[in-house]
């Protein structure tokens, strides 16, 4: 028979992809001499199943965009004084609007062309006031909005990257999600909370001179001279906790962590750890002179608007380089390092979900569902073999031929396995044999009729095969749906599931009608069939 | 020939069973209703709430009065303790419904609790979880989505697929979509959305008589709210997997009623008007039932398996299919055959009903 030997063949190809894809994936062998002669890796694992940490953190954009425009302000007041225009300190009043106002009411026109030069401002209003001031409401295109956002993200993603590979996690995965958010999944991990310290810090540094000469009662009652701030300098206790107390700072940074070109842990001369930062070329040369003009003055060190440390500036440093001393432990210099080293996030960001899951749980959960796979499995291939005879052998057979092709399928695709995924192989041991079930059963009817096996399995087959399709739809629609709108574990259920049918569509009717053919030709006509 | 679970000639009068059979499936979707009533609605889990859950394992059997106890000092918002899984796991799950703090400091206050009060118990904490309120309210919406989606898909599957009437699936592809989309603008939530993505369907395929989809969507609707039902008569929650499992219950039931009414009308045009309507759907559940009895028993097996064997995080995942599989059995056999019978008209065979 022609047809059949090109079914076995093309069965034979396809156990032989199958058998190829999955080897890997069993224990040992990925390794192994064999390992290196097969196609593709193992199975991936879900973070369930691996262990380790899976964030998704929202970028807080309404205070980028504050930074932004407050950044974009300074530099717009910058570009007015050069061309001998004098306005007052903008004001960021909305995420998208900034005030600003012109002193002198006859230097309009010119003012606005400032705008348009340096800036990518849209004039909104302008309005005249007392003293030929004029208030301008300036606003920023919606397109150019939508670039900063997008900018923001990509910064963002790439510092975060940045510091998982400065951290050295293996094998992180980083994606932006939609609603300006960051799924970062981190395999493996054992302190989960000090990954998430690292990854979750703005990390903004700041150089601000402290104005001692500034009244801090009236300064707690709101009462502050323009360009001043009040902030907190954290003083860190024997036990490590921190207590606060308040500190007037001069608004405008003098230097930013943006010039920072390295940073490393070294000890004190009483061994205790500070980070030791290097300005490159321009920082140093700022910090060189911001120090020559400031001796005997305080500069506050401010890390996302705390200051760790105020030191009094003895003389003035070259050689671009600061320490940050606040009497940390190790491990916290050195994750300080790390983030400084990293770059500061442009915005904070703030974790909205997260799931941690530990190594010894993933490894009982694959146990388990290796367990429940394998016991579940033992029970339908005898329940099977019990109830339809040889019948039952070969949908039994096919069956494993099925388990093997999801497995090779999943390492195939790259697909990932999560511990519902698991339990979607499970539940498709329990829903293969369906296929066989219906064929068996009208194979039966068929037989009860009269008709001879080879007649019947014809039969039973052809009449079979479009219920099977038609019953199969409705399964694969759902799993599909669950794959578009499921997130992580849940994907990976419908993966299975999807493949499982598939497959078992494959084996099921194919795959098995194989084996009853050469059974029936081996033997005569009126034979019977053990169904 | 093997063995029979079925024989045969076996003939029971299932269409004459339908009114017992109508009653229990009422009696257990009221309790389950009554159960969402007086419980304010589905419990969340945090998947949905939003919160925390921290999983811990002991290393000896401690009774969870015991655990709880000893977390009684510990100030969490809602904070509650209970068993994960079977009982000699000794897994617990401790809930806090807040989300503002940090995971650091919920680690820390168990540890602490656990180490001071717990007489040198070991444990250890395998897994936490956070979800925040935004992601949540997120992931609601998907997951109403999803099952939205489905009904809707399946529907118009269905309806084109049993009676080979794509116009008519069409119809009922434009008039559910239309009729969700004018819904949907007055801003309605999404679970008021699939309660009448429904009974839109269902009203449907009345008026289009489109039978079959009828009695499939019927059994499918029934399907869910049994074990909706049921699940929040146990006090179980809803996360994802659950609506991962219902999802997979609405394939698996209509799998089941596919087959038996693909039976039926093959009968019908076999019979070409000679049997009572009542008559050919009796015998094709009949023919039928072998199969879906053989197919819900290794079903039914093998997530038993995972239900005893799968370890504490997918316990509630398989509870869920073990209820969905059994009455999506139950329906297609008691429910979506009755209803195609009750509504049977646009068949060419004149029916009498008898039952």
Redesign the interface.
């Known amino acids: 028979m022609q047809s059949m030997r090109w079914r076995i063949i093309a069965t034979l190809i396809v156990l032989g992809l199958g058998l190829a894809y999955m080897m890997p994936s069993i224990p040992g062998v990925s390794g192994s001499p064999l390992g290196k002669f097969l196609p593709g890796d193992p199975v991936n694992l879900g973070l369930?199943l691996k262990g380790g940490i899976h964030l998704?953190l929202?970028v807080d954009m309404d205070t980028a965009m504050h930074n932004n425009l407050a950044r974009i302000g300074d530099d717009l007041k910058t570009g007015a004084r050069d061309d001998e225009i004098f306005v007052l300190r903008p004001k960021v009043i909305s995420d998208s609007r900034l005030e600003i106002i012109l002193l002198k009411g006859d230097q309009q026109t010119k003012f606005e062309e400032t705008v348009a030069k340096y800036s990518p401002f849209d004039v909104e209003s302008m309005e005249p006031m007392d003293g030929g001031k004029v208030k301008f409401i300036l606003s920023v295109p919606p397109q150019y909005r939508d670039d900063i956002e997008k900018l923001t993200m990509d910064q963002a993603i790439k510092t975060i990257r940045n510091r998982i590979d400065q951290f050295g996690v293996a094998e992180p995965d980083i994606r932006k999600q939609q609603?300006n958010r960051i799924q970062v999944q981190l395999p493996g991990l054992q302190d989960?909370?000090r990954a998430?310290?690292i990854i979750g810090q703005t990390a903004h540094l700041e150089f601000k001179m402290v104005d001692d000469t500034a009244d801090i009662e009236k300064a707690l009652k709101g009462i502050l001279a323009p360009g001043r701030e009040l902030s907190v300098l954290m003083n860190k206790q024997g036990d490590g906790s921190y207590t606060e107390s308040p500190i007037v700072l001069k608004k405008d940074s003098v230097l930013t962590g943006e010039y920072i070109s390295d940073a490393k842990v070294l000890l004190d001369n009483w061994n205790q750890p500070y980070v030791s930062i290097s300005f490159n070329a321009r920082g140093g040369a700022i910090f060189a002179n911001l120090t020559g003009e400031n001796v005997n003055k305080r500069m506050a060190i401010v890390l996302d608007g705390k200051v760790y440390s105020a030191p009094v500036i003895q003389e003035k440093i070259g050689g671009g380089r600061a320490s940050i001393t606040g009497t940390y432990t190790k491990e916290e210099a050195r994750d300080l390092a790390v983030v400084l080293r990293a770059g500061s996030l442009p915005a904070p960001v703030?974790?909205?979900?997260?799931?941690?899951?530990?190594p010894?749980?993933g490894q009982?959960?694959i146990d388990?569902?290796i367990?429940?796979?394998v016991?579940?499995?033992a029970?339908?291939l005898l329940?099977?073999v019990?109830?339809?005879?040889f019948?039952?052998l070969v949908a039994d057979i096919v069956l494993c031929l099925n388990i093997m092709m999801i497995l090779a399928g999943l390492a195939a695709f790259g697909a990932t396995l999560t511990?519902?995924g698991?339990?979607g192989i499970?539940?498709t041991?329990?829903?293969a044999?369906?296929a066989n079930?219906?064929i068996f059963?009208r194979i039966?009817?068929e037989?009860?009729r009269g008709l001879s096996a080879r007649a019947a399995i014809a039969e039973g087959y052809s009449r079979a095969t479009?219920?099977i399709l038609?019953?199969?739809?409705?399964?694969?629609?759902?799993?599909v749906?669950?794959y578009?709108?499921?997130?992580g574990?849940?994907r990976g259920?419908?993966v299975t599931?999807i493949l499982g049918i598939l497959t078992s569509m494959f084996t099921a009717i194919f795959a098995s009608r194989i084996l009853f053919d050469l059974y029936t030709k081996s033997r005569s006509e009126s034979a019977k069939l053990?169904? | 020939m093997g063995l029979q679970l079925i024989k045969p000639n076996t003939n029971i009068d299932f269409i004459g069973l339908k009114k017992i059979a109508f009653i229990i499936s009422a009696v257990i979707i009221l309790a389950g209703l009554a159960s969402l009533a007086i419980q304010g609605g589905p419990k969340y889990g945090i998947d949905f709430a939003g919160g925390m859950i921290v999983q811990v394992k002991l290393d000896k059997t401690t009774e969870i009065s015991d655990l709880k106890s000893a977390m009684s000092e510990v100030e969490l918002p809602g904070l509650v303790v209970q068993t994960l899984g079977l009982e000699d796991d000794n897994e617990y799950l401790i809930r806090t419904s807040s989300s503002d703090i940090t995971s650091k400091i919920v680690r820390e206050q168990v540890t602490e609790a656990l180490t001071t009060n717990l007489n040198g118990t070991g444990f250890e904490i395998q897994r936490l979880e956070m979800v925040g309120p935004k992601v949540g309210a997120d992931l609601r919406t998907k997951a109403l989505e999803a099952l939205f989606y489905a009904v809707l898909i399946i529907a118009v599957y269905i309806s084109g697929r049993f009676e080979q009437r794509w116009t008519a699936a069409a119809v009922m592809a434009a008039a559910l979509g239309g009729s969700i989309y004018a819904i949907g603008l007055t801003g309605l939530d999404m679970g008021f959305l699939i309660v009448a993505a429904m009974a839109i369907t269902v009203g449907l395929c009345w008026y289009l008589k489109l039978n079959y989809a009828l009695g499939a969507v019927a059994a499918l609707i029934h399907d869910v709210m049994i074990t909706v039902g049921i699940f929040s008569i146990l006090g179980k929650e809803f996360d994802l997997t659950i609506i991962a499992a219902l999802l997979t219950i609405i394939g698996y039931s209509l799998n089941d009623t596919i087959i038996v009414f693909d039976r039926i009308r093959e009968n019908t045009f076999a019979s070409k008007g000679n049997d009572t309507f009542a008559g050919i759907i009796n015998r094709s559940i009949n023919q039928t039932l072998s199969r879906t009895i053989m197919t819900s028993l290794t079903t039914l097996l093998v997530v038993a398996c995972l239900f005893v064997l799968g370890g504490s995080v997918i316990h509630d995942f398989a509870l869920a299919l073990l209820i969905g599989v059994a009455v999506g059995t139950y329906s297609s056999i008691f429910v979506a055959s009755p209803i195609l019978l009750g509504f049977g008209v646009s068949e060419p065979v004149e029916q009498e009903v008898e039952a």
């Open positions: 369930d998704t929202g609603g989960p909370e998430i310290r703030v974790i909205l979900e997260q799931r941690t899951v530990g010894s749980l009982d959960s388990k569902g367990m429940s796979a016991i579940g499995m029970l339908v329940f099977m019990i109830y339809y005879g019948a039952g511990l519902p698991i339990a499970i539940l041991i329990g829903m044999v369906d079930v219906i059963e039966r009817e037989l009860r479009l219920t038609d019953a199969n739809v409705t399964t694969i629609i759902a799993a749906i669950l578009q709108f499921g997130t574990p849940v259920f419908a599931l053990s169904i």
